[in-house]
């Protein structure tokens, strides 16, 4: 499969990023590039995924899957997020099951995109 | 081009929805079903947007372009929403330039998506 997770490495958390050091988004992409990668994922660091008050923020998504961005993420969590990434990429459509979900995918979306369509070619 | 509005039907707004009466959500569908819609753009209701304490929610996405998903809309906003799907659907890429963005897309995005990269064929 084809999916992609995407980090937002100038995201800040609020309250715990004085200016001038490392920015948690940053810290939060190392985190994940430092530990296995899941087959079928590419982690791809983006400059703001405009969840600016929610960071930090990554997102989810793969040809003909519905997109997901998951916001109030850290360091901490990379290892959960990369389990449920491996869950989106086997899935069919994007949709995991809510059970099998990481708790902060479940708690911590801010919001999702349905798959894009192609026109038809006639 | 081929830009889809998604529109959240099941969306409520905080405080003045209540139980019973038709979703803001779906009131904020028909308002856009309504007005002549742009060239190249068209509506699709959806199920949840998974930006429900941010309603009523709408989402932008076209083939190789940054997708955004925008919260707190209202019927009031439905012209307002349109001029910019069809400013988006204009756009190369997406990235409609900051200061012919409607207002309420440069104060109200929740997120944005990168374009899906496909992987190469070999």
Redesign the interface.
Known sequence: M?T?L?VCTTCRRAGVDPEGETRPGALLHAALANLPCPEGVTI?P?E????CTQGC?V?L???GKW???Y?RMGPEDAATILQGAALYDASADGLVPWRTRPEIFRKQ??????P????VQE
């Open positions: 084809a992609t995407h791809q983006v703001c995924l405009s969840a923020s997102a998504s793969a040809p997109s997901y961005v916001g979306s801010l919001a999702r995109i349905p894009q369509v192609l026109p």
